[in-house]
T-cell receptor, first 112, second 113 residues
């Protein structure tokens, strides 16, 4: 079966510090991968999507970047966090044959 | 106009009642629609998808789609306190060379015992 895992589950980081969130998918090959952010009381915002290794598109200009070093690995990074980067970050995947997005467990980021 | 709109709620219903959750969308050519449930502090989980006009039933859940009115709804029969959560409507829209899933802000459902 297909599964997705992301970590860490929670982290508290000071302003200006770097960030790395990681996500891996199992049970399928060449998935479409996504990073979403959900700010408090707001909807899910698509940050990045990837249709293949080194094929990453950004939906909104921001302080974050994404990389896909392996087929089933997706990483969200920042060199210097801002207070406004706080939120709930969700990695997700879909398959070529499927139309549905499935989410990982999520990562709570608090920038202080 | 937002691409996907939902009433934020909360929608309060007594246990055993039918909960009706509504969603409207702006992109007339959208073909795929989804309902996700999100418990507080957790990630969204898929409840149902619907692609054709009409009703689609899965257990206590029924999704309804009306493309002419650009309207999709979710009915929950025999509501249980465990159904208390935020329900997210999602619509697949065409982006620049890519079809992306756009989410509404969600409707919070409270089912009282």
């Amino acid at each position: 079966s297909q599964t997705i895992h992301q970590w860490p589950a929670t982290l508290v980081q000071p302003v200006g510090s770097p960030l790395s969130l990681e996500c891996t998918v199992e049970g399928t090959s060449n998935p479409n991968l996504y990073w979403y952010r959900q700010a408090a009381g707001r909807g899910l915002q698509l940050l990045f999507y990837s249709i293949g290794i080194d094929q990453i598109s950004s939906e909104v200009p921001q302080n974050l970047s994404a990389s896909r070093p392996q087929d089933r690995q997706f990483i969200l990074s920042s060199k210097k966090l801002l207070l406004s980067d706080s939120g709930f970050y969700l990695c997700a995947f879909s398959t070529d044959s499927g139309n549905t997005i499935y989410f990982g467990e999520g990562s709570w980021l608090t920038v202080v | 106009q937002k691409e996907v709109e939902q009433n934020s709620g909360p929608l309060s219903v007594p246990e055993g009642a039918i909960a009706s959750l509504n969603c409207t969308y702006s992109d007339r050519v959208s073909q795929s629609f989804f309902w996700y449930r999100q418990y507080s502090g957790k990630s969204p989980e898929l409840i149902m998808s619907i692609y054709s006009n009409g009703d689609k039933e899965d257990g206590r859940f029924t999704a309804q789609l009306n493309k002419a009115s650009q309207y999709v709804s979710l009915l929950i029969r025999d509501s249980q306190p465990s159904d208390s959560a935020t329900y997210l409507c999602a619509v697949r829209v065409k982006g620049t060379g890519f079809q992306k899933l756009v989410f509404g802000t969600g409707t919070r459902l409270l089912v009282s015992p």
